[in-house]
């Protein structure tokens, strides 16, 4: 089966950088995304990473090894509009596309 | 800027009864996708959908579960016989082809109360 582990909750402070893992086991892997939801709100897009390396985004980067089944998600100079759910996704292929979500991390940002 | 619409935003039905959720994907995307989030819980893969036929759907996606293309522009999702462990938000979301098919956009969801 599929599985993806990431912490269920950080805390940092404003103007910090905090950085949040995800290790994933998947057959057919394709590539990670990271999903940022506010409460209430719908999933929007930060990141794709489908090959090793880091993908930088503004404030937003995010890293993949597929080697070592990892990547993670760096957030910088966190504002506290950053509060929210950060889901890592899997890409796989097992004779069609599917997303496979983790249970999110939920960060707290504080003043 | 092009985004991913859902109505209705707040469905309440009776158990038993069937419901469909609408939406209407960005224009030029190929791919769509249902996923349904129970409160508090992580988002869970439905379905996707390419070519006018579903490419891969997940084991929740049972024989409850319809989804359907019925125009140029919406897509839809079909409960028969709901059940109270149905209630959630269920977002639509849309893809182009891009690497990945992503970014996916996603809907701002309906929420569907069974009662």
């Known amino acids: 089966g599929q599985s993806l582990e990431q912490p269920s909750e950080v805390t940092a402070v404003e103007g910090a950088i905090v950085q949040i893992n995800c290790t994933y086991q998947t057959s057919g892997f394709y590539g990670l995304s990271w999903y940022q939801q506010h409460d209430g709100g719908a999933p929007t897009f930060l990141s794709y990473?489908?090959?090793?390396g880091l993908e930088e985004t503004g404030r937003f980067s995010s890293f993949l090894s597929r080697s070592d089944s990892y990547g993670y998600l760096l957030l910088q100079e966190l504002q506290m509009k950053d509060s929210a759910s950060y889901f890592c996704a899997v890409r796989h292929y097992t004779g069609g596309f599917k997303t496979i979500f983790g249970a999110g991390t939920r960060l707290f940002v504080k003043a | 800027e092009p985004e991913v619409t859902q109505t209705p935003s707040h469905q309440v039905t009776q158990m038993g009864q069937e419901v469909i959720l609408r939406c209407v994907p960005i224009?030029?995307?190929?791919?769509f996708y249902w996923y349904r989030q129970i409160l508090g819980q992580k988002v869970e893969f439905l379905v996707s959908?390419?070519?006018?036929?579903?490419?891969?759907k997940s084991e929740i996606f049972d024989d409850q579960f319809s989804v359907e293309r019925p125009d140029g522009s919406n897509f839809t999702l079909k409960i028969r016989s709901t059940k109270l462990e149905d209630s959630a938000m269920y977002f639509c979301?849309?893809?182009?082809?891009?690497?990945?098919?992503?970014?996916?956009?996603f809907g701002d969801g309906t929420r569907l109360s069974i009662l």
């Open positions: 959908f390419y070519n006018n036929e579903i490419s891969e």
């Open positions: 224009s030029n995307h190929l791919y």
């Open positions: 990473n489908g090959l090793d």
């Open positions: 979301a849309s893809s182009g082809l891009r690497v990945g098919n992503q970014p996916q956009h």
